[in-house]
């Protein structure tokens, strides 16, 4: 989410330990807040969520074994609860969990403790200090997000974004290292993940994408629709032109026909015209 966060306190343990020593009841889970009222910043950071949702469904699509939120609260410890630290990532996606069904928010301990896999942050000079600062710690030594991204700002507000991302190691997070294009690898997704301009839902700009191992863009669901629609009318115009040809060709052979049996005629024609001749004494 957009709005800056309180003091984020690392020192909290892991969830694990919240749900072992603590007995978090549905109604106790029922009354846990899901929204806090602050809209997002602009329409470009609603619909770069969208966008990342978007691609990561098509990147994956058929599996149900994966959750991506956005702008949604993630609920970690019972500290937090108790601080009001009503946040959450812009974006993430957790692995491994069943992802059939919408959550109003991700509660950490009815889905067997488990956190976020991969975290963005889409930055702008109201959070970029949080990103970087209180929430980069939190996701690295309380989540143990394996991979954590940060884009922006906004490059429709003038802004020159940029892309940064961290990879868990044995230590804490390690840069990444972008290759010659600028994009990131992540092993989370089996993808890469790197700027892409063009237009999503009406608004031209430059946005976060996901890239296949050969560099292909990862579709949305209606650039895949386009496309295969696109592949279709190819395919119905080369059936019908197929026809087309198969009709000439049989055109052809019957006007090849036509004037055989013409031609056949008239020499049957011709020799049945000839008179006899006389037969030799």
Not at 12 to 40: H, K, M, N, R, Y
Not at 49 to 69: E, K, P, S
Not at 91 to 104: A, E, L, M, N
Request: with cysteine; glycine share 8%; aromatic share 10%.
């Amino acid at each position: 989410m957009t709005s800056p966060v309180e003091a984020v306190s690392v020192a909290a343990g892991p969830v694990e330990a919240v749900g072992q020593a603590l007995d978090f009841t549905e109604d106790f889970t029922q009354e846990l807040p899901c929204e806090d009222g602050i809209p997002l910043e602009n329409l470009w950071h609603r619909l770069q969520i969208n966008l990342l949702d978007d691609c990561v469904h098509q990147l994956w699509r058929g599996r149900t074994d994966f959750y991506a939120g956005g702008n949604m609260f993630v609920y970690y410890s019972l500290q937090q609860v108790q601080r009001q630290d009503y946040k959450g990532p812009d974006f993430f996606v957790v692995k491994d969990v069943d992802g059939s069904y919408v959550r109003p928010c991700w509660v950490a301990w009815r889905e067997g403790g488990r956190l976020p896999d991969v975290i963005v942050e889409l930055l702008s000079p109201s959070t970029r200090s949080v990103d970087l600062g209180a929430k980069k710690a939190l996701y690295e030594r309380v989540f143990r997000t394996r991979e954590y991204f940060c884009y922006g700002p906004d490059p429709t507000q003038g802004g020159e974004p940029e892309l940064l991302g961290w990879v868990l190691g044995r230590d804490g997070y390690e840069a990444l290292v972008a290759d010659e294009r600028g994009w990131l690898w992540s092993r989370v997704f089996g993808a890469w993940v790197g700027e892409w301009e063009g237009e999503y839902h009406g608004a031209r700009s430059r946005w976060l994408r996901l890239y296949d191992a050969e560099g292909r863009l990862i579709p949305t669901a209606a650039e895949a629709a386009q496309a295969e629609a696109a592949r279709a009318q190819a395919e119905a115009e080369r059936a019908r032109a197929e026809a087309e040809a198969e009709r000439r060709r049989a055109e052809a052979a019957e006007a090849r026909a036509a004037a055989l049996e013409a031609e056949l005629a008239r020499v049957q024609a011709l020799l049945s015209s000839q008179p006899e001749k006389p037969s030799q004494p």
